[in-house]
């Protein structure tokens, strides 16, 4: 049998009491991290303008966006949800593909469930199927498909979308198979938009059109039958190689929520051990800015892939800056939302420190790893060793962090007293009767 049926019998036949326990904690923290980060980002100036784009050409304003007044159609509430879920570049991600996978399916979720009446029962339960799937299928193709140019996010977390909307909807065998189908005839997304606001329309998109793609099957609008597997199919066309036994092997067995990360700093992933390197060095030693001559890091190869922009005057660029971000840990001992904005990129102490700090890969380096070194003006030299970055699956965030992570992020769009609701309310989204009274609580007042 195909990959692409056997993948499709799956969703249909899995359930959520089939589902471990600790899996479905994990699933809980994921939709916790991704509604602080969609809340967080809910009022930034690329969900204003898209906004402002799309929403005279929107169908009637059925759904709610999380964060904010405004009301559109399901689809054009589900791409801002991705939008401002993935803006900040402060959602989930998993480094065995380097895939943010909660916002494409999450996004599309929150649209559907704030038009329709969907309990927290079946919600959770379409949001774990939809997950395990893209992760796999994205899975299959890493790291020849990331390492080419294709941003994983968009392109895999499409048929996480509509295999989870799919899921509510009730598809039969046959819809299901043409959901998967559409969902890889629009697959897409490109590496070269990282660092600017296209880089959010990836999982925006992919919410989008994963939810459009699997109202089309239950209409009958037919597809390809082999969309994952055919020698024209997603995994030929956009990897060079690839392993199709990874999209079905150990299905209800192994668990890929059980590989997720939950990020401590709102940028690319491979930036962390320098942040958390940088960090423990400024608290230690208290640096000025002036005082420092050279900064020298030994990174990962892939961060120099990744990040490795140089000459940077947005926030967005600051992202994908490994300079950037061994400057703000050294300079402010932090690497919140603020550093990451065009003033912190232009603050002539970070910049001054951004452009003394040279970069090298280093193939004994793991991506969870940093070597940093700071000389003084005076000539005396400080390193660190991050063995382990903070936020990786070796020192994962505990709950109580991910809590503190969503607070600080919510309060851009609701109240404090609003967003202790909406925390409380989403630790325990899988008892909910509906689902649409915990988006209505996201409504700023």
Known sequence: ?????????????????????DVRHEARRALVNY?????????????????????????????????????????????MNGISSHVYDFDDTTPKNYMHPTSPVASALFAYASANPVSGHDFMQAFITGFEAEMRIGNAVYPAHYDVGWHITGTA??????????????????????NIGLAATQAAGIREMFGSMAKSLHPGRAAQNGYEGALLA???????????????GFAAVQAATYDLSKITTGLDTEYELRANTYKPFPCGIVNHPTIDGSIQLHDEHHFTPRSIAA?????????????????????????????HGAAIGLVRG????????????????????REHTTASGDPSITEDQAHIEVELTTGEKF???????????????????????FRDQAILAISSVQAETVL???????????????????TPR
């Open 1 to 21: 049998m195909s990959e692409t049926k056997t993948l499709a019998d799956w969703v249909l036949s899995s359930r959520i009491e089939h589902v471990p326990a």
């Open 35 to 79: 509604l602080g980060c969609a809340l967080g980002g809910s009022h930034d100036e690329a969900v204003d303008t898209a906004i402002r784009a799309l929403g005279p050409y929107c169908g009637a304003p059925t759904a709610a966006i999380l964060g904010r007044a405004d009301r559109l159609d399901p689809l054009h509430a589900a791409l």
């Open 157 to 178: 977390g499409i048929f996480g979308a509509a295999i989870a909307i799919g899921k509510l909807l009730g598809l039969t065998r046959q819809q299901m198979i043409w």
């Open 218 to 232: 239950q209409a009958g609008f037919t597809a390809g039958e082999h969309g994952l597997e055919g020698p024209r």
């Open 295 to 323: 900064v020298r890091l030994r990174v990962a190869p892939l961060v120099m892939d990744l990040c490795n922009q140089t000459n940077i005057t947005k926030g967005l660029q600051g992202k994908f800056s490994v300079y």
């Open 334 to 353: 932090k690497a919140g939302i603020q550093e990451y904005t065009d003033a912190a990129v232009n603050d002539p102490a970070i910049k001054s420190v």
């Open 383 to 405: 390193t660190r060793f991050v063995e382990k970055s903070l936020g990786n699956i070796h020192r994962p965030l505990s709950d109580a962090q991910l809590d503190s992570k």
């Open 424 to 442: 409380s309310q989403c630790w325990k989204i899988d008892e909910l009767e509906n689902v649409a009274s915990l988006v209505a609580l996201t």
